[in-house]
């Protein structure tokens, strides 16, 4: 299964991209990695005519910290990420997040903002940007606006973006003490497997009471979500055993999985839960390690 | 073209400016437009990680990268590893640990072992699952190339060694080639990219061929327009149904069901319907997207079950025996099996189900066709594991003389059964270049190969064993169901195997066996590797763990109980001859530490221990003839100085063609690296039947070793002559020929074989193997099980279950068989190795899912899972036990396939062991398995209420 006959575009700034995003609307699509792209095209899963190549767009690889968050640039590999000292020190998560992606070819390739931007249910670096409260800010020639991560989605493989916008970053909050972050995912082989369900957590601890905490979901709904309820229901509580379990029961009732080839939704709604008390609690042992930190 | 685009490559340090077009990838440039052939095209879609290359320092899967993005690069491909002519120390350290088997996924492999040591020089296991994780290996090598990449640092700086790895032996011998690991010897080419592959050909003013398949999965067909695809530019010539002989084929003689294209009637999806051959693979594929095809769909059927019914659509209404769908059916009864169960204190009966699984080797089916002396001549290159099936099967279908028809098998990328037949591919790249006088490449993509399929049938089983008190087994009946999918191909084997093979373990007094090998409208299943026996192997193994449970008896005691001895015959009349199943099932007690384990584990940890066995090759041909199954030819070069040894038997990996190496050069007294393996083509080697059930050690190996024995003798004659005694008390060892009571008495093997030519010209060596006469009993469907020879082995495996998410690992497996004595320790572990990992696969993962339309819901290997070194258990113990089969080279007997069949019981009875309740159905995945525990929970408290 070969690519189709392309037009091979590569701007050279990030203005020139937008334009020829908004130009060719849904006959091109802008290719970052590739790895969801061009499986996509080979499959004729995705059918376009144009690809608009954004390798040239140096500033948008760059992972920094400034103005109080880590900026982490759209088309930075996940593997530059995962080895970012700046996220493996202020969000550790999603390093080890993307750990439990794919495999390295693939993530040597990938980059975050195609896997944002990919928009598949089963996505592995939002549920973690969604927990830590991180933001994406999109670009057009007419202006940038900044999103909650969370309120990126909209469908399968559907974002917000709309023509001739880009992902140029995703923003997160930088480390504090008493916060911890864990990622558990459950897939039926160990590399280059698809998530049947994960969940990411994060949990700022104060004085031995959760102070917040976000929980965060993918593989169980229409798109990668957060389990807003579940999340609050930690807030201001000392996290025992039972809060802990109550949470997670909340975030199996907040999924809206599908039956598909990696799992029933009865059986993803179980491992929600699973997931989310092993994510929770890794989530506070971390946090109080890090107290005073 | 126009809208060609420019890029500069520096490639293994040699700099390229490459015109690629905007949609070629990295892959496609490498392997089309530089002929950097050693980086390998598995799924094209960066799921198997077999064209991974290192590109700016970072291991990428070349598939992936689209050609202009990588402008610039700096890629390093497997052929850039070796510098100046010496291996790399990984890839000497592959070879020294046999980390490879076909080879197929080996250039990926070492790529990404490359750019993990390239960062971490001294990587921990952990760190090698985790950087090799993207890399699939079908013959499940991973064990080996762990070892291979934590042990590279001593080969740093040194020269390729070719000694035999000495920490792999088993057995005490007295020979000097059998008996040793010496290095594949298809080792140095795999490690290096340069074994040529069938896709890896190229030839002046080659065609590219493609297969359009059915989107239904029943119907007619009404028309056929292709037109438009034969007006598309660069568009020779198209194929349909019209064009293609009437004539059927298949495999088995007594049910030929197939056409190479369709005539009238489509009966699954992905039935082949029309053909396109163009200038290169992207024409032909759009080629194939314009021809129209219209259907009067018809009602299908899906399940082997459901097809049984009255009123189910009837697949083949041609012909009246096949009515209700039914392709084989077996009847056999063997002994009273009523007095059998009422003679028995406990009966238990139990239905069981398997899985279709695929044999999905990394390598790509692929046939390059060409004729010349104006059609009087026909040589076809196929990536097959029977050479000679395929040149008789093309004879036969295209009324072509069989000598006209020259069949060369290249490098095979593993096969497991789903490469043992004639394809579509070879029937239409023959016509093709026929039609066109040029040579004509065809190949499946993964979509294809899951569509074109010959995977393992799914059986519905239903088993009932009844066992006295002590635990004696007094009957067994057993029915199996069996899916079939919608032509025969081997499906009539299948189901004769499918019975046939369960008396050969355990001593069974009266037996009953019914099978029903079913059409449905899927893709046709075949043999794969352990044909047929695999399911009811698992339904047998869980079923006598039941009963043991029920009994209060130890799960080993049970099977010692009861195992095959040697010399016996069992009640359907199959002969076992050398049978050491006993020592088998106590060392695996012993070295696995059973007694302290078993019924002592924590919940979640469990152990279970399962047998199997299977045939050393089929006492009879798939074909009627009375040809010799395998023959050889030996060749000693004028100088002496080393032999050529030709024989079509085919290498896919298994290692065959290092045995029949070994049993040459024992047999004629020469080292191991003076033998040499002439290409397997049918000009220059007689006929051999090829690798399937498991049939090549023993038979070729028979056949070499005879024909190795002819040469000798002409060898020893001359240089008894020279030294003026009886060739009789000469001996051949080690290079040398000396006089048997005096060994200082000689001279070199050389200097007496160039004697031997000077006196008589040619000195060539002739055998043939063919079975005992008269294997088997006389009822119908008794020459399928028979076998000169059986292997036994017996496998305890070690599980955790997560029990809240019903996640199994293996963690750790001990392994005995009885292969006889072994040729080569480290080809037969690598073998079980493989097996225990494709048995986690078959046990666990694996499942084709098909849609309600007949379509594939997984047809790549991102969905279809196989295991990756990930599931590779931390520990696989491997051993053979002493034994010697009278009917075998030296005493060798088979390991491919018989050690894989104790794996699904053994890892099924772990999981029984650890989790308290017990899947019944194939694959037994951790949602079964949790959707088990909350059923017994429930069942549990529904009681207490």
Same mark, same amino acid.
């Given at each position: 299964?070969?690519?189709?006959?392309?037009?091979?575009?590569?701007?050279?700034?990030?203005?020139?991209?937008?334009?020829?995003?908004?130009?060719?609307?849904?006959?091109?699509?802008?290719?970052?990695?590739?790895?969801?792209?061009?499986?996509?095209?080979?499959?004729?899963?995705?059918?376009?005519?144009?690809?608009?190549?954004?390798?040239?767009?140096?500033?948008?690889?760059?992972?920094?910290?400034?103005?109080?968050?880590?900026?982490?640039?759209?088309?930075?590999?996940?593997?530059?990420?995962?080895?970012?000292?700046?996220?493996?020190?202020?969000?550790?998560?999603?390093?080890?997040?993307? $750990?439990?992606? +794919? #495999? *390295?070819?693939? !993530?040597?390739?990938?980059?975050? /903002?195609?896997?944002?931007? %990919?928009? =598949?249910?089963?996505?592995?670096?939002?549920?973690?940007?969604?927990?830590?409260?991180?933001?994406?800010?999109?670009?057009?020639?007419?202006?940038?606006?900044?999103?909650?991560?969370?309120?990126?989605?909209?469908?399968?493989?559907?974002?917000?973006?709309?023509?001739?916008?880009?992902?140029?970053?995703?923003?997160?909050?930088?480390?504090?003490?008493?916060?911890?972050?864990?990622?558990?995912?459950?897939?039926?082989?160990?590399?280059?497997? $698809?998530?049947? +369900? #994960? *969940?990411?957590? !994060?949990?700022?601890?104060?004085? /031995?009471?959760?102070?917040? %905490?976000? =929980?965060?979901?993918?593989?169980?709904?229409?798109?990668?979500?957060?389990?807003?309820?579940?999340?609050?229901?930690?807030?201001?509580?000392?996290?025992?055993?039972?809060?802990?379990?109550?949470?997670?029961?909340?975030?199996?009732?907040?999924?809206?999985?599908?039956?598909?080839?990696?799992?029933?939704?009865?059986?993803?709604?179980?491992?929600?839960?699973?997931?989310?008390?092993?994510?929770?609690?890794?989530?506070?042992?971390?946090?109080?390690?890090?107290?005073? #930190? | 073209?126009?809208?060609?685009?420019?890029?500069?490559?520096?490639?293994?340090?040699?700099?390229?400016?490459?015109?690629?077009?905007?949609?070629?990838?990295?892959?496609?440039?490498?392997?089309?437009?530089?002929?950097?052939?050693?980086?390998?095209?598995?799924?094209?879609?960066?799921?198997?990680?077999?064209?991974?290359?290192?590109?700016?320092?970072?291991?990428?899967?070349?598939?992936?990268?689209?050609?202009?993005?990588?402008?610039?690069?700096?890629?390093?491909?497997?052929?850039?590893?070796?510098?100046?002519?010496?291996?790399?120390?990984?890839?000497?350290?592959?070879?020294?640990?046999?980390?490879?088997?076909?080879?197929?996924?080996?250039?990926?492999?070492?790529?990404?072992?490359?750019?993990?040591?390239?960062?971490?020089?001294?990587?921990?296991?952990?760190?090698?699952?985790?950087?090799?994780?993207?890399?699939?290996?079908?013959?499940?090598?991973?064990?080996?190339?762990?070892?291979?990449?934590?042990?590279?640092?001593?080969?740093?700086?040194?020269?390729?060694?070719?000694?035999?790895?000495?920490?792999?032996?088993?057995?005490?011998?007295?020979?000097?080639?059998?008996?040793?690991?010496?290095?594949?010897?298809?080792?140095?080419?795999?490690?290096?990219?340069?074994?040529?592959?069938?896709?890896?050909?190229?030839?002046?003013?080659?065609?590219?061929?493609?297969?359009?398949?059915?989107?239904?999965?029943?119907?007619?067909?009404?028309?056929?327009?292709?037109?438009?695809?034969?007006?598309?530019?660069?568009?020779?010539?198209?194929?349909?149904?019209?064009?293609?002989?009437?004539?059927?084929?298949?495999?088995?003689?007594?049910?030929?069901?197939?056409?190479?294209?369709?005539?009238?009637?489509?009966?699954?999806?992905?039935?082949?319907?029309?053909?396109?051959?163009?200038?290169?693979?992207?024409?032909?594929?759009?080629?194939?997207?314009?021809?129209?095809?219209?259907?009067?769909?018809?009602?299908?059927?899906?399940?082997?079950?459901?097809?049984?019914?009255?009123?189910?659509?009837?697949?083949?209404?041609?012909?009246?025996?096949?009515?209700?769908?039914?392709?084989?059916?077996?009847?056999?009864?063997?002994?009273?099996?009523?007095?059998?169960?009422?003679?028995?204190?406990?009966?238990?009966?139990?239905?069981?189900?398997?899985?279709?699984?695929?044999?999905?080797?990394?390598?790509?089916?692929?046939?390059?066709?060409?004729?010349?002396?104006?059609?009087?001549?026909?040589?076809?290159?196929?990536?097959?594991?029977?050479?000679?099936?395929?040149?008789?099967?093309?004879?036969?279908?295209?009324?072509?003389?069989?000598?006209?028809?020259?069949?060369?098998?290249?490098?095979?990328?593993?096969?497991?059964?789903?490469?043992?037949?004639?394809?579509?591919?070879?029937?239409?790249?023959?016509?093709?270049?026929?039609?066109?006088?040029?040579?004509?490449?065809?190949?499946?993509?993964?979509?294809?190969?899951?569509?074109?399929?010959?995977?393992?049938?799914?059986?519905?089983?239903?088993?009932?064993?009844?066992?006295?008190?002590?635990?004696?087994?007094?009957?067994?009946?057993?029915?199996?169901?069996?899916?079939?999918?919608?032509?025969?191909?081997?499906?009539?084997?299948?189901?004769?195997?499918?019975?046939?093979?369960?008396?050969?373990?355990?001593?069974?007094?009266?037996?009953?066996?019914?099978?029903?090998?079913?059409?449905?409208?899927?893709?046709?299943?075949?043999?794969?590797?352990?044909?047929?026996?695999?399911?009811?192997?698992?339904?047998?193994?869980?079923?006598?763990?039941?009963?043991?449970?029920?009994?209060?008896?130890?799960?080993?005691?049970?099977?010692?109980?009861?195992?095959?001895?040697?010399?016996?015959?069992?009640?359907?009349?199959?002969?076992?001859?050398?049978?050491?199943?006993?020592?088998?099932?106590?060392?695996?007690?012993?070295?696995?530490?059973?007694?302290?384990?078993?019924?002592?584990?924590?919940?979640?940890?469990?152990?279970?221990?399962?047998?199997?066995?299977?045939?050393?090759?089929?006492?009879?041909?798939?074909?009627?003839?009375?040809?010799?199954?395998?023959?050889?030819?030996?060749?000693?070069?004028?100088?002496?100085?080393?032999?050529?040894?030709?024989?079509?038997?085919?290498?896919?990996?298994?290692?065959?063609?290092?045995?029949?190496?070994?049993?040459?050069?024992?047999?004629?007294?020469?080292?191991?690296?003076?033998?040499?393996?002439?290409?397997?083509?049918?000009?220059?080697?007689?006929?051999?039947?090829?690798?399937?059930?498991?049939?090549?050690?023993?038979?070729?190996?028979?056949?070499?070793?005879?024909?190795?024995?002819?040469?000798?003798?002409?060898?020893?004659?001359?240089?008894?002559?020279?030294?003026?005694?009886?060739?009789?008390?000469?001996?051949?060892?080690?290079?040398?020929?000396?006089?048997?009571?005096?060994?200082?008495?000689?001279?070199?093997?050389?200097?007496?074989?160039?004697?031997?030519?000077?006196?008589?010209?040619?000195?060539?060596?002739?055998?043939?193997?063919?079975?005992?006469?008269?294997?088997?009993?006389?009822?119908?469907?008794?020459?399928?099980?028979?076998?000169?020879?059986?292997?036994?082995?017996?496998?305890?495996?070690?599980?955790?279950?997560?029990?809240?998410?019903?996640?199994?690992?293996?963690?750790?497996?001990?392994?005995?068989?009885?292969?006889?004595?072994?040729?080569?320790?480290?080809?037969?572990?690598?073998?079980?190795?493989?097996?225990?990992?494709?048995?986690?696969?078959?046990?666990?993962?694996?499942?084709?899912?098909?849609?309600?339309?007949?379509?594939?819901?997984?047809?790549?290997?991102?969905?279809?899972?196989?295991?990756?070194?990930?599931?590779?258990?931390?520990?696989?113990?491997?051993?053979?036990?002493?034994?010697?089969?009278?009917?075998?080279?030296?005493?060798?007997?088979?390991?491919?396939?018989?050690?894989?069949?104790?794996?699904?019981?053994?890892?099924?009875?772990?999981?029984?062991?650890?989790?308290?309740?017990?899947?019944?159905?194939?694959?037994?995945?951790?949602?079964?398995?949790?959707?088990?525990?909350?059923?017994?929970?429930?069942?549990?408290?529904?009681?207490?209420?």
């Amino acid at each position: 299964m070969e690519l189709p006959a392309l037009q091979y575009h590569r701007p050279g700034s990030l203005a020139q991209a937008c334009a020829l995003g908004r130009e060719l609307g849904e006959s091109a699509r802008f290719l970052a990695g590739g790895t969801d792209l061009l499986v996509d095209l080979k499959q004729r899963r995705v059918q376009v005519q144009h690809v608009v190549a954004l390798d040239g767009l140096g500033e948008l690889k760059r992972i920094r910290v400034e103005g109080g968050m880590i900026r982490i640039g759209a088309l930075a590999t996940l593997t530059d990420v995962a080895e970012s000292a700046a996220v493996v020190e202020h969000a550790p998560g999603l390093a080890e997040a993307i $750990l439990t992606m +794919a #495999a *390295v070819q693939i !993530r040597n390739r990938a980059t975050i /903002g195609g896997n944002f931007c %990919a928009a =598949v249910p089963c996505a592995d670096t939002p549920p973690m940007c969604i927990a830590y409260g991180g933001s994406v800010t999109i670009v057009s020639s007419t202006g940038d606006r900044v999103v909650p991560a969370e309120a990126f989605f909209r469908l399968p493989r559907r974002s917000v973006l709309e023509p001739g916008e880009l992902l140029a970053d995703v923003l997160l909050p930088l480390r504090k003490p008493g916060r911890g972050a864990a990622y558990a995912r459950f897939s039926r082989r160990r590399s280059m497997s $698809l998530a049947v +369900a #994960a *969940v990411a957590a !994060r949990v700022d601890l104060d004085g /031995g009471r959760v102070r917040e %905490a976000r =929980v965060a979901m993918t593989s169980v709904a229409p798109t990668p979500m957060i389990a807003s309820e579940a999340g609050a229901m930690l807030a201001g509580q000392e996290p025992t055993d039972d809060v802990i379990q109550r949470a997670a029961r909340c975030a199996a009732s907040e999924a809206r999985p599908i039956s598909d080839l990696r799992g029933s939704a009865e059986y993803r709604r179980d491992l929600v839960e699973v997931l989310a008390v092993r994510a929770l609690r890794s989530s506070i042992e971390r946090a109080r390690n890090s107290s005073g #930190a | 073209m126009a809208n060609e685009i420019l890029i500069e490559l520096n490639v293994n340090g040699v700099k390229h400016a490459i015109a690629v077009r905007p949609e070629a990838t990295l892959l496609s440039v490498l392997r089309e437009q530089l002929h950097l052939t050693g980086t390998k095209k598995g799924c094209g879609l960066g799921e198997c990680g077999a064209c991974t290359v290192i590109m700016n320092g970072r291991a990428v899967n070349a598939c992936m990268v689209l050609a202009p993005e990588a402008d610039g690069a700096e890629v390093t491909t497997v052929e850039g590893l070796a510098r100046g002519g010496e291996l790399h120390p990984l890839q000497q350290s592959f070879i020294k640990h046999g980390a490879l088997q076909c080879g197929y996924c080996t250039p990926g492999m070492l790529m990404s072992a490359k750019a993990l040591l390239d960062r971490v020089p001294s990587p921990s296991e952990e760190q090698i699952r985790q950087g090799l994780g993207g890399n699939l290996c079908r013959c499940g090598s991973y064990p080996r190339v762990i070892r291979a990449i934590q042990d590279v640092g001593s080969f740093v700086g040194r020269k390729l060694d070719t000694a035999p790895h000495t920490q792999e032996r088993d057995q005490e011998r007295d020979t000097m080639v059998v008996g040793t690991s010496v290095p594949r010897y298809d080792a140095p080419d795999k490690v290096t990219g340069r074994a040529v592959y069938t896709a890896d050909m190229r030839l002046p003013g080659m065609l590219h061929g493609k297969i359009l398949t059915s989107r239904v999965a029943h119907g007619l067909i009404k028309r056929i327009d292709t037109s438009k695809a034969r007006a598309l530019e660069g568009v020779l010539d198209v194929l349909t149904g019209a064009d293609v002989p009437d004539t059927r084929y298949g495999v088995s003689p007594a049910r030929y069901d197939e056409h190479i294209l369709a005539k009238e009637r489509v009966r699954y999806v992905g039935d082949e319907v029309a053909a396109v051959v163009a200038v290169d693979e992207e024409t032909a594929e759009r080629a194939i997207r314009l021809i129209e095809v219209e259907y009067e769909e018809l009602p299908a059927v899906f399940d082997p079950e459901e097809a049984l019914a009255d009123g189910a659509p009837v697949i083949h209404p041609e012909n009246p025996r096949y009515a209700n769908n039914v392709n084989t059916r077996v009847q056999w009864a063997f002994g009273d099996v009523e007095a059998g169960f009422a003679e028995a204190d406990l009966v238990r009966e139990q239905r069981f189900v398997g899985n279709r699984t695929f044999q999905a080797p990394i390598e790509p089916h692929a046939s390059l066709a060409r004729w010349e002396h104006h059609g009087e001549k026909l040589t076809l290159w196929s990536s097959t594991q029977v050479p000679h099936y395929v040149q008789h099967m093309l004879a036969r279908t295209l009324g072509i003389a069989q000598g006209k028809i020259r069949v060369i098998r290249p490098a095979v990328g593993g096969g497991f059964g789903g490469k043992a037949e004639t394809t579509p591919l070879d029937f239409c790249a023959v016509l093709f270049a026929q039609r066109t006088g040029r040579p004509v490449m065809m190949t499946y993509d993964r979509r294809e190969m899951f569509y074109h399929f010959r995977g393992r049938h799914k059986q519905v089983m239903n088993l009932k064993i009844g066992v006295k008190k002590d635990g004696t087994i007094t009957a067994v009946k057993f029915r199996s169901v069996l899916d079939g999918g919608a032509y025969t191909s081997f499906g009539v084997i299948t189901a004769y195997y499918a019975g046939a093979m369960i008396p050969t373990l355990y001593k069974i007094g009266s037996y009953e066996f019914e099978g029903l090998r079913m059409y449905t409208n899927l893709p046709a299943c075949g043999a794969f590797r352990g044909h047929g026996v695999p399911h009811p192997r698992f339904a047998f193994e869980s079923l006598l763990d039941m009963i043991a449970d029920d009994l209060g008896m130890d799960p080993i005691d049970i099977r010692l109980k009861n195992a095959m001895t040697p010399g016996t015959r069992t009640v359907n009349a199959l002969d076992i001859s050398s049978c050491e199943l006993r020592a088998t099932l106590e060392r695996a007690r012993d070295e696995s530490g059973w007694r302290e384990k078993r019924g002592h584990l924590p919940p979640g940890k469990g152990i279970g221990v399962g047998c199997g066995g299977f045939v050393s090759g089929a006492g009879y041909p798939i074909y009627r003839s009375d040809f010799p199954h395998s023959n050889a030819m030996i060749r000693v070069y004028e100088d002496g100085q080393g032999v050529s040894l030709h024989i079509a038997a085919a290498e896919i990996g298994q290692g065959s063609d290092t045995v029949l190496v070994q049993i040459a050069a024992e047999e004629l007294g020469i080292p191991y690296d003076r033998v040499h393996m002439v290409e397997c083509d049918s000009t220059i080697a007689p006929l051999d039947l090829g690798s399937y059930s498991s049939r090549v050690t023993l038979m070729a190996g028979n056949a070499v070793r005879m024909a190795a024995s002819d040469a000798r003798g002409k060898v020893l004659a001359a240089a008894a002559r020279a030294m003026g005694c009886s060739p009789q008390s000469l001996s051949a060892r080690d290079g040398r020929v000396f006089v048997t009571a005096s060994p200082s008495f000689g001279m070199p093997w050389e200097e007496a074989a160039r004697l031997a030519f000077s006196a008589q010209g040619p000195v060539v060596g002739v055998g043939h193997y063919r079975p005992p006469g008269g294997l088997g009993g006389d009822f119908k469907g008794s020459t399928v099980g028979t076998s000169p020879a059986y292997s036994f082995s017996t496998v305890v495996a070690e599980v955790s279950v997560d029990l809240e998410t019903g996640l199994v690992t293996v963690d750790r497996v001990t392994d005995f068989s009885d292969a006889g004595t072994v040729i080569n320790p480290m080809t037969l572990h690598a073998q079980v190795e493989g097996s225990v990992i494709m048995g986690i696969g078959e046990t666990l993962m694996e499942d084709v899912v098909h849609l309600p339309d007949g379509s594939i819901a997984n047809p790549n290997l991102h969905d279809y899972l196989i295991p990756g070194i990930g599931e590779t258990p931390s520990s696989i113990f491997t051993r053979a036990v002493e034994s010697y089969e009278p009917r075998g080279p030296f005493g060798a007997k088979e390991i491919g396939e018989g050690s894989l069949l104790p794996m699904l019981g053994a890892i099924a009875n772990a999981v029984a062991d650890a989790t308290g309740v017990r899947v019944y159905e194939l694959p037994i995945t951790s949602e079964r398995i949790l959707k088990a525990l909350k059923d017994k929970r429930g069942g549990a408290e529904a009681r207490r209420t």
